[in-house]
């Protein structure tokens, strides 16, 4: 938490923060006695609150209990009896059609493709664009602001999107399709410029006083002090490429260039698709409702285990962005 | 001629506008090209950074804009954008003669009303009771796990509503098992559009209603303890605490994002409305938005006229909508606009 909060100096919005991401405030401003009941006596609203917090929380992992252990179960049983929440029979039958065959190693790499170039690009471009106009140019911060906040009021749609990839940037069957069209969130660049805002100026003015420029100021002392911001803003769009399928949808035809979660939909709009995943040679019985079971949960597996390590910063990137509309 | 440059400041005082001769006017001039060049000598850094940004934003947003006259045209790509004939406002007449326009436009209405509201009672409900929670690590991990439905994509989504209420072959499910159980009939949930708009609900509820209850929580940590104090004085009960203090104190907030999801009203949720139904035709009837209208008329039909249109007048319609969301949001809280 410290370390990458290192580089703030506002200590409201510290504070701010730390509350929100850790949910507890601090013990100096907020005496851990103060906030209990005076009588000691277990309040009803307290257990009712303990329980349906545990009610929620179940309700959201229950799911993907069900679709792991439905991946390891025997198709047969499947068929039979219908989902359940232990495998019995265990198989690991699906998961062995889906690493034989390639389509899973071309999802994947389509996917992280996808992911890794769009989040650098993503990154880059709206670190930078949020900078100048966070600095406050005069003459050119505050019309970016409005070049940047307009399409949050009005889009074309879906239709001169369209022609515009495939008619006159000719991206057809490119990963740079899917990666395009959702390079920028202007929310994100909102929220971006609302954090270098925050920035101290006096360290900035001290920079220039020593005659440094205005690339050297960016690179070597706004972005340095920006880790806890690029990290939301990455982790953001990672997610959001990740998850990525409606534009690959539109414009990738050729099988093999499709990310996961596009070969998902295709698994869900026809369930016998499921069959050209694993080789030709297996393809005999492909147990296909575990198969697709199986799909699911290599295509959040990365963002199950990066989640635990990852959570906090979408938290504060939240945070950060709801205090600023 | 004068110095300029270095000295422009010093100089500038001695001139007095009333004796301004020739001269002096182009000295004037200098001066002020010298002071935007020394400006621009530090911008051009600053241009160049907001350079790939501000191509994006042209191409992606601003250029797809001239593309909108095809829902005044007789679209046909071979002639192209522009080749094409003029078609007047046809493929808007088109579009609201068909019975569709009704049906998707109020279904959109409806839906995004439902998931709205239902998203934000189910944040308030959770972050109240989250707030009442005191063991860290319990509140920790309930709060991870609470969000994590966010980044779920809609695709897996739809696997795991396929999972709860179809089963394998279309048969059964996990909320039929569960029906099998009190003996309640067990529901073909597919072919039934009845049920879907509160099914869609439901989903929105539990993959929003974490993420909603995270911005309730850091409004909640503003909130003054001696407030907290002065109502455990008085004998207040914490659900009396939460009532009376923390609820209307959560107003503002809740007021935002009510004024901005009503502002929102207008486009549907494409992505989790076209990964669960997708072509399923029965269901349209009460699942069937504008967005999802307009992606299949695009696919299926190659209607580009058509489309566009139905698109520019979503947009049109989405932008009165969004602009006076955003005025009112402006109204209610100052601090928080953005502009």
């Known amino acids: 938490m410290s370390s990458y909060l290192a580089g703030r100096s506002d200590p409201e919005v510290d504070v701010a923060e730390e509350r929100a991401t850790e949910a507890e405030p601090p013990p100096a401003q907020r005496p851990a006695k103060a906030r209990r009941p005076v009588s000691r006596r277990v309040e009803p609203f307290t257990v009712v609150s303990y329980v349906g917090v545990s009610f929620f929380a179940l309700l959201c992992l229950i799911p993907f209990w069900m679709i792991i252990i439905g991946s390891f179960t025997a198709e047969s049983k499947l068929a039979l009896s219908g989902y359940s929440f232990w495998p019995s029979p265990f198989s690991l039958q699906a998961y062995q059609l889906l690493f034989t065959g390639t389509a899973l190693l071309d999802g994947y790499i389509a996917t992280l493709f996808i992911t890794i170039v769009g989040t650098a690009l993503s990154l880059t471009t709206t670190a930078a664009l949020s900078w100048v106009i966070a600095r406050r140019m005069p003459g050119i911060s505050r019309p970016l602001t409005v070049f940047a906040y307009l399409p949050m009021l009005f889009t074309g749609g879906l239709v001169p999107l369209y022609l515009l990839i495939t008619e006159v940037l000719h991206l057809e069957n490119s990963w740079f399709a899917v990666i395009l069209p959702n390079m920028m969130a202007p929310f994100l660049v909102f929220v971006a410029v609302t954090f270098f805002r925050q920035l101290p100026g006096e360290i900035l003015e001290s920079a220039r006083l020593d005659g440094a420029g205005e690339a050297r100021i960016f690179f070597r002392i706004v972005l340095p002090l920006s880790k806890p911001i690029l990290a939301v803003l990455a982790l953001f769009y990672a997610v959001t490429y990740w998850n990525e399928w409606f534009t690959a949808l539109l414009f990738l035809s050729n099988p093999t260039k499709f990310p996961l979660q596009l070969i998902l939909q295709n698994l869900i709009a026809n369930v016998m698709n499921a069959a050209q995943i694993p080789s030709s040679a297996a393809q005999a019985a492909a147990p296909v409702y575990q198969l697709r079971l199986a799909m699911t949960v290599v295509t959040i597996a990365p963002i199950l285990l990066a989640y635990p390590f990852a959570q906090r910063f979408f938290v504060k990137g939240l945070t950060l962005g709801a205090t600023k509309g | ?339």
């Open chain 2, 1 to 339: 001629m004068q110095p300029v440059g270095r000295f422009g400041e010093r100089v500038r005082g001695g001139t007095a506008p009333a004796s301004a001769t020739g001269s002096a006017r182009k000295a004037e001039r200098l001066r002020r090209r010298a002071r935007r060049r020394a400006a621009r000598r530090g911008s051009w850094v600053l241009l160049l950074l907001a350079a790939p940004g501000v191509i994006w934003f042209a191409v992606f947003c601003y250029l797809p804009l001239v593309g909108l006259v095809v829902a005044f045209k007789n679209f046909n790509v071979s002639q192209g954008i522009f080749g094409s004939q003029w078609d007047g406002l046809q493929n808007f007449q088109y579009f609201l003669a068909s019975g569709d326009a009704f049906t998707i436009i109020r279904n959109t209405l409806f839906l995004n009303a439902l998931f709205l509201s239902g998203s934000l009672l189910t944040g308030l409900v959770l972050a109240l009771m989250l707030n009442e929670v005191r063991l860290t690590l319990f509140k920790r991990a309930a709060q991870s796990i609470v969000f994590f439905p966010y980044f779920i994509s809609p695709i897996v989504i739809s696997i795991i509503l396929q999972v709860l209420l179809a089963g394998v072959n279309g048969q059964g499910g996990a909320v039929n098992d569960l029906f099998g159980v009190f003996d309640l009939p067990q529901v073909s949930w597919y072919t039934t559009p009845g049920p879907w708009p509160w099914i869609l609900t439901i989903v929105k509820m539990w993959q929003l209603g974490g993420y909603t209850s995270v911005i309730f929580l850091a409004a909640i940590t503003s909130i003054p303890e001696e407030m907290y104090e002065a109502g455990a004085i008085d004998g207040a009960s914490r659900f009396r605490l939460a009532r009376s203090i923390t609820t209307p104190l959560l107003g503002p907030t809740l007021g935002i994002l009510v004024v901005l999801g009503v502002g929102r009203i207008f486009f549907g949720d494409f992505a989790t409305i076209y990964a669960i139904v997708g072509d399923n035709g029965i269901l349209f009837p009460t699942t069937d938005v504008i967005d999802t209208y307009v992606f299949r008329s695009l696919l299926t039909l190659g209607d580009f006229g058509v489309t566009a249109a139905i698109g520019l007048f979503q947009s049109v319609v989405g932008f009165v909508f969004v602009t006076a969301a955003v005025l009112v949001q402006r109204r209610l809280n100052k601090e928080s606009s953005i502009l």
